[in-house]
């Protein structure tokens, strides 16, 4: 099924959404005059449909961190980091990444500021990929491309090939 104009079709799904999954749901999408002219079954198929994407987006956002967390555990394990547990707590994850670059966790604050948090994060990741002396061109893919760091981070995480060449602070005694 293709939409048109996707971002209005969101639109009236979220006006439906917001009424109880009772008569009110039914009512309030039945009268929007935003698809008026479509039959109240079409209607009520793509609400079902919209319903799948949400309900997949989510199994797809806990797949992803999973990954993410099992790659930063064993990276922590690499860098012989302390408390590498960390990585499986979610936003807290980064302090891992943070302190294989021998930064304080401290740092992760400065994540919340607009601008700076897309500047450090490119530095930090570049400064990453070096301790484990990734090549450049890898290096830039991983930056540019969200699905491509998530694999690079796995190969670093589980290959041979790539051994931690840092120096941290935080490590074990």
């Known amino acids: 099924m293709v939409f048109r104009n996707f971002w209005i079709w969101a639109r009236y799904v979220e006006r439906c959404k917001k009424y109880d999954f009772n008569k009110n749901l039914k009512y309030n999408c039945e009268k929007s005059s935003l698809y008026s002219n479509m039959p109240v079954e079409r209607r009520w198929e ?33 860098a012989n980091i302390k408390n590498r547990w960390v990585a499986f707590i979610p936003f807290v994850q980064i302090i891992v990444l943070l302190h294989v670059i021998d930064k304080s966790g401290w740092a992760i604050f400065l994540l919340l500021i607009p601008i700076v948090n897309i500047v450090l994060g490119i530095i930090w990741f570049v400064k990453f990929y070096l301790a484990f002396k990734v090549n450049a061109g890898l290096i830039v893919l ?14 670093v995480a589980f290959s041979d090939q790539f051994k931690y060449g840092g120096n941290t602070r935080f490590t074990e005694a």
């Open 46 to 78: 793509m609400f079902a449909v919209a319903r799948e994407l949400q309900t997949s987006s989510y199994f797809a956002a806990v797949v992803f961190y999973a990954i993410q967390a099992i790659a930063l555990f064993k990276i922590g394990e690499k």
């Open 142 to 155: 991983s930056i540019i491309i969200p699905i491509v760091n998530l694999v690079m981070m796995l190969v």
